[in-house]
């Protein structure tokens, strides 16, 4: 069975920095894309970003708002996916969902749970 | 790049509904729909314009043409409430449309 299970969310004051760490089992990590999308409270579902595998190059895309801040990487040993966040502001505040397909390129049919980011003073 | 979604859709039990999802030449890109009903994670119905992962009951289908996709419920029951949201890449980047959140009534 696929699962991906992140950790890491909490509470943190605007300007400061946290990790989040997803675990994967039930697929072949190396060879997968991982995505981090990011729900805030009562809003809709937000693309963060994408590392492709390092067979594939192993680059990274982001979204406008978190680009520059946020570093997505990944330990092909563990089969763990991170995103690292600095720089955080009040409307990064949101559910954090490691993601990945087993389908094609363009979709996404694995979702974590989700870990929860809240930051405030 | 932005994909625009009605808010809400209603629909009775057994009527078919409709979702749409409307971007420039959105026709020229793949879209895939999400399902999320309240307090769980999004589920995919839909990729690749119109195929159904393994799972996923016949009554979801979808298409995708000019600047326009639509996900499409044939026969809602009850358990088809909750919110949809469409996706869809921009060269480098995926956006996700607004959600629509489907009302069965």
């Known amino acids: 069975e696929v699962q991906l299970v992140e950790s890491g969310g909490g509470l943190v004051r605007p300007g400061g920095s946290l990790r989040l760490s997803c675990a994967t089992s039930g697929f072949t990590f190396t060879n997968a894309w991982m995505t981090w999308v990011r729900q805030a409270p009562g809003k809709g579902l937000e693309w963060v970003g994408r590392?492709?595998?390092?067979?594939?190059?192993?680059?990274?895309d982001y979204a406008a708002p978190v680009k520059g801040r946020f570093a997505i990487s990944r330990d092909d040993l563990k089969s763990t996916l991170y995103l690292q966040m600095n720089s955080l502001k009040t409307e990064d505040t949101a559910k954090y969902y490691c993601t990945t397909s087993v389908t094609d390129l363009y979709s996404i049919d694995v979702w974590g749970q989700g870990t929860t980011v809240t930051v405030s003073s | 790049y932005e994909l625009t979604q009605p808010p809400s859709v209603s629909v009775s039990p057994g009527q078919t509904a409709s979702v749409t999802c409307s971007g420039d030449?959105?026709?020229?890109?793949?879209v895939s729909w999400y399902q999320q009903r309240p307090g769980q994670s999004p589920v995919l119905v839909i990729f690749?314009?119109?195929k159904r992962p393994s799972g996923i009951p016949e009554r979801f289908s979808g298409s995708n043409s000019g600047h326009t996709a639509t996900l499409t419920i044939t026969g809602a029951q009850a358990t088809d409430e909750a919110d949809y949201y469409c996706q869809a890449w921009d060269t480098t980047t995926a956006v996700f449309g607004g959600g629509a959140k489907l009302t069965v009534l």
């Open positions: 690749q314009d119109d």
């Open positions: 030449k959105l026709g020229n890109k793949y």
């Open positions: 590392i492709k595998s390092k067979v594939d190059g192993g680059t990274t």
